[in-house]
């Protein structure tokens, strides 16, 4: 350090930050000597040119809290953080085929953006999916080399994202332990509480980390678990999927459509304000009242019924309005660009109401049915899922309202 100058500067680097601070369980002396040590670094540094510190670990706490036992910490405010995100996709592509290679594997690239889609560029999990999926080849006795490719990597999914679940603890539990109010929002977005996680950060309830490092991004607008093999196992530890009990779906359903009038009428108004493309139109959307009448529903007759309605009530409302503006390919185009969240929310009562009333369907409707289906019943077939037309119901009617929260807050 003496010898250091601005000409010839040193670098200190701090790997594992956590095993030398207060939070240190092995070394317990790290919770006095913390302070000392790096007012010690901190005060040479002020004084001697050319020494640097870099810091590495997991867990940003050691930076971000300005006092320990009542003492300044000589690190608050002075460290610049740079969060470590999942692999890039050309990152994730060489990663497995060098390794792969080695293994007589060969991925296509549909295997390889469907490993970049499922484990969200996650080098540990992606590493060890690709092991799992090798070993059931040796199991099953395949000559090598073998082509990795989407379908048979989606054909062994099940089975190889509940082995990887155990590993999905090394990736939430610094957020679980050290910021619980995060991760609880983390857990609400698990069990597609879309709406509470919106309702908390527009309160100012903190998600920095999750953003930061990727865990949460934009889907259509919409804020979602980046990893999906994660998002399930959180929602596991939750309890899963949160759905309304019976004895309180007659009154969630017409105060869920209430409030979905409600803030659609605050939206449109905003949108007036800021002179953005209309949604509806000067009359907003038809047949308010019929909405406001749907229930929740027992049966797939039922199920067919609200859909319909909800699908004239706002798709054809939009449509309607590109229409009388010479636009005929509104929906598709300018809501979807200003208005992505919205959108796609539409899209998927769009897709269930074409479902409903008619018995062939285009492929590219077919195939985002599918999509739609495996996102609401969490990869389940129908034929597996116990009152799944009011899971429908609720996973439309949360998925609108989570929409139009996002919306509004977009436009703030």
């Known amino acids: 350090m003496k ?4 000409s010839k500067p040193l670098v200190l680097i701090f790997d594992e930050i956590e095993f030398i601070s207060p939070l240190a369980q092995l070394d317990q002396h790290w919770r006095q000597d913390f ?53 890039a996709p050309e990152d994730t592509k060489r990663m497995v085929k060098t390794l792969g290679k080695r293994m007589g594997l060969r991925f296509d690239p549909d295997g390889i953006e469907y ?20 070993t059931a080849l040796t199991r099953s006795g395949a000559s090598r080399p073998v082509v990795v490719n989407r379908e048979g990597l989606v054909s062994s999914e099940v089975i190889r994202d509940s082995e990887l679940s155990f590993y999905c603890e090394h990736v939430v539990f610094e ?21 509470r996680y919106l309702q908390s950060a527009r ?10 490092y990727g865990l949460v ?23 899963g999927v949160k759905i309304i009990p019976p004895e309180q779906r007659a009154a969630w359903v017409p105060q869920r459509i209430q409030s979905l009038i409600h803030d659609l009428r605050a939206l449109e108004r905003r949108i007036e304000a800021k002179k953005a493309p209309s949604l509806f139109g000067p ?3 038809s047949e308010a009242d019929r909405l406001r009448d749907l229930g929740w529903v027992h049966d797939q007759e039922e199920f067919d019924s609200f859909i319909n309605v909800l699908n004239r009530c706002l798709v054809e409302s939009v449509e309607r309005w590109g229409t009388h503006e010479g636009k005929p390919n509104y929906f598709w185009n300018e809501v979807r660009c200003t208005y992505p969240a919205l959108q796609n929310a539409l899209e998927r009562v769009k897709v269930y109401r074409n479902n409903a009333m008619h018995l062939v369907l285009q492929p590219q409707v077919e195939q985002k049915l599918a999509e739609f289906l495996k996102e609401d019943l969490e990869g389940r077939q129908p034929s597996e899922v116990d009152d799944l037309w009011f899971i429908l119901q609720q996973r ?7 929409a139009v929260q996002a919306e509004a807050i977009r436009l703030n």
């Open 115 to 134: 490993l970049q889609e499922r484990y969200g560029g996650h080098p540990l999990l992606t590493r060890i999916a690709c092991s799992l999926f090798n």
């Open 35 to 87: 302070i000392a040590f790096w007012q010690t670094l901190w005060s040479y540094q002020s004084r001697q040119g050319g020494l640097s510190l870099i810091l590495a670990g997991v867990n940003p706490t050691v930076t971000e809290r300005s006092v320990y036992d009542g003492v300044q910490n000589p690190l608050f405010g002075i460290v610049s953080p740079q969060y470590l995100r999942g692999l």
């Open 396 to 402: 439309v009617l949360d998925g609108l309202f989570a």
């Open 175 to 195: 957020l679980r332990q050290f910021y619980p109010g995060e991760y609880a929002m983390l857990e609400a977005l698990a069990r597609k509480d879309v709406a």
């Open 217 to 239: 991004v934009d889907k259509h607008g919409v804020p979602d678990i980046a990893i999906p093999v994660v998002e399930q196992y959180v929602a596991g530890l939750a309890g």
């Open 3 to 6: 010898r250091a100058t601005r």
């Open 203 to 212: 309160l100012g309830a903190g998600v920095k980390h999750l953003q930061e």
């Open 283 to 285: 009359n907003s959307f």
